[in-house]
């Protein structure tokens, strides 16, 4: 049954590579992964444009575990030299937007739901969501659908690790900041040039260092990633404006670095866009990573973002394909990753379910 499930799993993602679905544009990916359940005898439910169902035997009174994984992208940048709407398969490679991240994750964990579905006397529930926005962060993802699921104790998030277990995953809070100085004619002198001004701030973001270190997740990471000002070459701007990514350990809720920033930074204004991108882990003592340790993959913290953010429950971030490779030009999975992901996810669930 396996081989079989991991056969329409592979044919799966070539049907979402080739059906475009940016983030709040994913109701044709949505309606494939509709079909799936139901050429498998499952029923499912779709909110907005998520896909999820429960296993058969679903007993309220056990614990449950949820399998998530989103099936939107990025848009493919301009580096694309093979088409990355269509799904093409080369050197052992499967080639297309989303093949990576995060859609080998997904087909892997919906052929792994499928395998457990009509398994009897399960000690976990199962839930298993394909989970809209998460690329944008959006309204309509896997936040959305929270309060309509049964109530989650612990998740396995489809993401590229390697099939390696990342039990921790770095928040993130973006800030616009202002250096602001004073307007002026180009001609004339001006000792308050906004941009110049701007020096100071950008010395001042490149060396600052947050005092916390997490053993799993490591330092806090601030990058200065877009940068704007003036509209014309003979006038002075009153003011520069600036956008700042920070990447935030354990050691700090979200909050303490809007804290930090607004008290220490070099800016007439820095204000956060959310606090709601939180920093997640998931105790190295719990019996999955305890189990996934058992078959022998290796553990590390993880410096990206994913719908771990929106969970309030321990999670860990699990998925064939590597990180690296993702929103990157060509973007593409060996199909052997795909092949060992259900091979390991099914594993894993076995010695814990």
């Known amino acids: 049954?396996?081989?079989?499930?991991?056969?329409?799993a592979i044919n799966l993602?070539?049907?979402?590579?080739?059906?475009?679905?940016?983030?709040?544009?994913?109701?044709?990916?949505?309606?494939?992964?509709e079909h799936w359940f139901q050429e498998h005898d499952i029923p499912c439910q779709r909110t907005f444009n998520n896909v999820w169902a429960t296993n058969k035997y679903f007993d309220a009174s056990k614990p449950t575990l949820l399998l998530n994984s989103h099936h939107d992208t990025v848009k493919p940048n301009n580096g694309y030299t093979k088409a990355p709407f269509k799904a093409i398969v080369e050197d052992g490679k499967l080639y297309g937007l989303g093949s990576n991240d995060?859609?080998?994750?997904?087909?892997?964990?919906?052929?792994?739901?499928?395998?457990?579905?009509?398994?009897?006397?399960?000690?976990?529930n199962l839930v298993i969501v394909a989970s809209a926005e998460e690329e944008s962060s959006g309204d309509y993802g896997l936040n959305s659908m929270l309060s309509l699921l049964p109530k989650i104790d612990v998740a396995i998030v489809g993401e590229p690790t390697l099939m390696n277990l990342a039990i921790a995953e770095k928040g993130l809070v973006v800030f616009d900041a202002e250096v602001k100085g004073t307007p002026s004619h180009a001609a004339h002198p001006n000792a308050d040039n906004a941009i110049y001004n701007t020096i100071t701030a950008l010395q001042w973001f490149k060396n600052y260092v947050f005092e916390k270190t997490s053993q799993t997740l490591?330092?806090?990471?601030?990058?200065?990633?877009?940068?704007n000002a003036g509209k014309q070459h003979n006038a002075v701007p009153s003011e520069v404006k600036l956008v700042i990514d920070v990447r935030v350990n354990d050691k700090y809720t979200n909050k303490d670095i809007v804290d930090i920033l607004q008290k220490e930074a070099p800016c007439d204004r820095i204000i956060p866009r959310s606090l709601k991108l939180n920093s997640s882990a998931i105790p190295i003592e719990h019996p999955l990573v305890i189990a996934g340790i058992e078959i022998g993959r290796n553990t590390y913290g993880s410096p990206t973002l994913s719908d771990q953010a929106c969970l309030s429950c321990p999670s860990l971030k699990l998925g064939p394909g590597d990180s690296t490779r993702s929103?990157?030009?060509?973007?593409?999975?060996?199909?052997?990753?795909?092949?060992?992901g259900i091979k390991i996810y099914v594993e894993l669930l076995e010695k814990v379910v």
Do not use: C, W
């Not at 995060?102 to 919906?110: D, E, N, R, T």
């Not at 490591?218 to 940068?227: A, F, M, N």
């Open 218 to 227: 490591g330092e806090v990471k601030l990058t200065v990633t877009q940068i």
């Open 327 to 340: 929103h990157s030009a060509d973007e593409f999975i060996y199909i052997h990753e795909i092949e060992e």
């Open 1 to 8: 049954m396996i081989e079989r499930l991991t056969t329409q």
């Open 102 to 124: 995060a859609g080998g994750a997904l087909v892997s964990l919906i052929a792994t739901f499928t395998h457990f579905y009509s398994r009897k006397n399960l000690k976990f």
């Open 13 to 33: 993602l070539k049907q979402l590579i080739e059906t475009p679905s940016f983030s709040s544009e994913e109701a044709e990916t949505a309606t494939h992964i």
